[in-house]
């Protein structure tokens, strides 16, 4: 882990434990890198509820409650998925913040509507309205997934701050 997400991780662990908060992720592109970061800090026990890792369709309708019709029309790489999945995340788990990733990492999968770097972040505090991160990244498939990473873990710090 690089420093910069070392840091960005203690200090959303303080701010986590500051305010007795638990955090919990649903990630598609991602898959389970969110967690895996989250969850490499010792302690993190203390305030890390769960990850999610719902790569296909049947799979965020049966574990998040996504809609397969809306799902189907909108498309999991879409604001409306990032937050229908923070949305099953909060009903299904005991987390108080949670975050949503879906995107094509590539190096395939991506079109002219939605080229290869597309990613939907979504982040919401329970009680609270949604906001969203919609970014275009370059790279290979590993800088992509890293970039979504860090832009899921700083999105989580300024949701509390």
Do not use: N
């Not at 998040?64 to 604001?79: I, N, Q």
């Amino acid at each position: 882990m690089d420093p910069g997400q070392q840091a960005t991780i203690e200090r959303l662990a303080g701010l986590l434990t500051r305010d007795g908060l638990r955090v919990a992720c649903a990630e598609s592109c991602t898959g389970g890198r969110i967690a895996a970061a989250l969850t490499a800090v010792a302690g993190s026990s203390a305030w890390f509820d769960c990850g999610c890792v719902v790569y296909s369709y049947p799979a965020k309708c049966s574990l998040l409650g996504l809609d397969r019709a809306r799902l189907d029309r909108e498309g999991a790489v879409s604001a409306w998925a990032v937050e229908a999945m923070c949305a099953g995340l909060l009903t299904r788990c005991g987390a108080d913040v949670v975050v949503a990733s879906s995107g094509i990492a590539g190096p395939g999968g991506g079109s002219v509507e939605k080229p290869v770097g597309t990613v939907y972040l979504c982040w919401q505090r329970r009680g609270e309205p949604p906001y969203f991160g919609h970014e275009v990244y370059s790279g290979d498939r590993e800088a992509i997934t890293a970039q979504v990473v860090r832009g899921a873990l700083e999105g989580l710090v300024r949701l509390l701050e």
